[in-house]
């Protein structure tokens, strides 16, 4: 006969052994599943929230990669999203969670299926789509400038902090010096917080070459606490790669190889490093792969082509080159067997080009930060419009309104050339703000000279 003591710890086995149980089942289950879950008790609900689970849930094998693909639908007239069901792009599905309103002109991510949203105004929000998340961003501390600075463009960048573990949105402003004829570009350079839920101007912005411009590429280019940018001189033509790690806050030139500097090209990240996808405009059935084996030391992995069929290298996506090509279909090139498989899923018809690829994993990832002013995610517009929504659309800073207590005074001299700038907008200085935009771009006529490409920067003033 088993005595009480004996008893009690045949009992508290027992309970480890249903805790474990129950963990792996967890494991299995989609984030939608789980959500809910949430609901059925506190225990399960302390389960599920712990960072631990998030973690190892995101790492299960049965929580596969996926690629997302944004493309043109033109008899709806609308941007959807479809996600392939398997490695080899067999087919694809369009779930109503990962649908994003035409309104978002850009989108960063994921970064642990977390992405970046960007509005038509620079409006910006964190999402999770999973979980049903949207968080949308503060406004950007005012800024005074001086009138002769005309705005040119704004890049963004979106990453992890692997230290702290906190989520990091980096906005930097072009402003361009309408005094002199060469290129001049001078960025003033935001960081947002999601712990604090809040922005700060970066006084070191350590290397930044004034007559460069970081542009933004058409996939994920973050990786291990860095996140990447190319960066152009007077065209579309690679100069040099910029980096900004998300733990140390400082940026960093990283030199590509002379070859390239002729071409276009733009950024993808392959096995946890960032690779650079080089091709020329005049010959577009030729694409050259290029992996950095540490920084600033490259390797040529791979060249496709001469290939008529190939129309625009997208990203490297689990050893292979995804292609748009022509006939309206997406092709896998393997960097590693130099084999080229035409997908049977035709992602568009009769459209315009694919524009967006994403590698994306469902996450628990919570994105309430301070404040838990996160609203719930149904895809619609009117999600967007509520979030996003200010009084008065044309002289608010960019971000939303600031109070003039809140607000931040940038008072390098590298901006203002020297001139005094005081706390109130005056003839020495000018506001940051759509109306400052707005009116310079009326001077400037086409947004201080620049030409938006495809794959280079996005003129921003054209969505003002």
Same mark, same amino acid.
């Given at each position: 006969?088993?005595?009480?003591?004996?008893?009690?710890?045949?009992?508290?086995?027992?309970?480890?052994?249903?805790?474990?149980?129950?963990?792996?089942?967890?494991?299995?289950?989609?984030?939608?599943?789980?959500? $809910?879950? /949430?609901?059925?008790?506190?225990?399960?609900?302390?389960?599920?929230?712990?960072?631990?689970?998030?973690?190892?849930?995101?790492?299960?094998?049965?929580?596969? %990669?996926?690629?997302?693909?944004?493309?043109?639908?033109?008899?709806?007239?609308?941007?959807?999203?479809?996600?392939?069901? !398997?490695?080899?792009? @067999?087919?694809?599905? *369009?779930?109503?969670?990962?649908?994003?309103?035409?309104?978002?002109?850009?989108?960063?991510?994921?970064?642990?299926?977390?992405?970046?949203?960007?509005?038509?105004?620079?409006?910006?929000?964190?999402?999770?789509?999973?979980? $049903?998340?949207? /968080?949308?961003?503060?406004?950007?501390?005012?800024?005074?400038?001086?009138?002769?600075?005309?705005?040119?463009?704004?890049?963004?960048?979106?990453?992890?902090?692997?230290?702290?573990? !906190?989520?990091?949105?980096?906005?930097?402003?072009?402003?361009?010096?309408?005094?002199?004829?060469?290129?001049?570009?001078?960025?003033?350079?935001?960081?947002?917080?999601?712990?604090?839920?809040?922005?700060?101007?970066?006084?070191?912005?350590?290397?930044?070459?004034?007559? #460069?411009?970081?542009? $933004?590429?058409?996939?994920?280019?973050?990786?291990?606490?860095?996140? #990447?940018?190319?960066?152009?001189?007077?065209?579309?033509?690679?100069?040099?790669?910029?980096?900004?790690?998300?733990?140390? %806050? /400082?940026?960093?030139?990283?030199?590509?190889?002379?070859?390239?500097?002729?071409?276009?090209? =733009?950024?993808?990240? +392959?096995?946890?490093?960032?690779?650079?996808?080089?091709?020329?405009?005049?010959?577009?059935?030729?694409?050259?792969?290029?992996?950095?084996?540490?920084?600033?030391?490259?390797?040529?992995?791979?060249?496709?082509?001469?290939? &008529?069929?190939?129309?625009?290298?997208?990203?490297?996506?689990?050893?292979?080159?995804?292609?748009?090509?022509?006939?309206?279909?997406?092709?896998? #090139?393997?960097?590693?067997? /130099?084999?080229?498989?035409?997908?049977?899923? $035709?992602?568009?018809?009769?459209?315009?080009?694919?524009?967006?690829?994403?590698?994306?994993?469902?996450?628990?990832?919570?994105?309430?930060?301070?404040? !838990?002013?996160?609203?719930?995610?149904?895809? @619609?517009?009117?999600?967007?419009?509520?979030?996003? %929504?200010?009084?008065?659309?044309?002289?608010?800073?960019? +971000?939303?309104?600031?109070?003039?207590?809140? @607000?931040?005074? #940038?008072?390098?001299?590298?901006?203002? +050339?020297? =001139? *005094?700038? @005081?706390?109130?907008?005056?003839?020495?200085?000018?506001?940051?703000?759509?109306?400052?935009?707005?009116?310079?771009?009326? &001077?400037?006529?086409?947004?201080?000279?620049?030409?938006?490409?495809?794959?280079?920067?996005?003129?921003?003033?054209?969505?003002?």
């Amino acid at each position: 006969m088993l005595t009480l003591d004996a008893k009690r710890s045949e009992s508290l086995v027992s309970l480890d052994l249903i805790e474990d149980v129950l963990l792996e089942i967890f494991l299995r289950l989609p984030v939608k599943t789980l959500v $809910r879950f /949430k609901c059925v008790c506190k225990h399960w609900h302390t389960i599920i929230e712990s960072q631990s689970f998030v973690k190892q849930h995101f790492s299960q094998r049965s929580n596969q %990669e996926r690629l997302l693909v944004r493309h043109y639908k033109r008899n709806e007239d609308l941007h959807a999203y479809a996600l392939f069901v !398997d490695d080899i792009c @067999s087919g694809f599905e *369009e779930p109503a969670h990962l649908q994003m309103p035409n309104m978002i002109l850009e989108l960063l991510g994921p970064v642990n299926g977390v992405f970046c949203l960007v509005g038509q105004s620079r409006d910006l929000a964190l999402l999770n789509p999973a979980t $049903r998340q949207l /968080k949308p961003l503060p406004e950007l501390p005012e800024v005074i400038v001086d009138p002769h600075l005309l705005f040119l463009d704004n890049v963004l960048g979106f990453g992890l902090d692997p230290l702290s573990g !906190d989520y990091k949105v980096i906005s930097v402003w072009y402003l361009w010096n309408r005094s002199v004829i060469a290129p001049d570009c001078h960025p003033i350079t935001f960081v947002y917080n999601l712990g604090s839920d809040s922005w700060r101007i970066l006084e070191d912005v350590g290397c930044f070459e004034s007559s #460069y411009r970081a542009c $933004r590429s058409i996939c994920n280019t973050y990786t291990n606490g860095v996140y #990447y940018w190319t960066m152009e001189f007077s065209n579309t033509n690679v100069a040099a790669i910029l980096s900004f790690d998300m733990a140390t %806050e /400082k940026f960093k030139e990283i030199q590509v190889p002379d070859c390239l500097k002729s071409k276009i090209g =733009h950024l993808t990240v +392959h096995n946890d490093s960032i690779a650079l996808l080089s091709y020329q405009l005049e010959r577009n059935d030729l694409c050259e792969v290029w992996l950095m084996e540490k920084e600033g030391s490259w390797n040529r992995g791979a060249v496709v082509g001469p290939c &008529q069929a190939i129309n625009w290298p997208l990203c490297l996506w689990k050893n292979n080159l995804l292609i748009e090509a022509d006939s309206s279909f997406l092709m896998l #090139y393997n960097i590693c067997t /130099k084999k080229r498989q035409l997908t049977q899923a $035709r992602v568009k018809k009769n459209t315009s080009f694919i524009s967006w690829v994403f590698s994306y994993k469902e996450s628990l990832v919570s994105i309430k930060g301070k404040g !838990d002013n996160c609203m719930f995610w149904d895809a @619609s517009p009117d999600i967007l419009t509520i979030a996003w %929504e200010n009084k008065d659309q044309l002289t608010r800073p960019l +971000h939303g309104i600031t109070s003039q207590s809140d @607000s931040l005074w #940038y008072q390098k001299s590298s901006i203002c +050339h020297g =001139h *005094e700038v @005081s706390s109130k907008t005056g003839p020495h200085g000018c506001a940051l703000n759509r109306t400052w935009i707005e009116r310079n771009i009326a &001077q400037s006529g086409n947004c201080a000279g620049s030409s938006p490409s495809r794959y280079s920067s996005f003129c921003v003033c054209k969505g003002v």
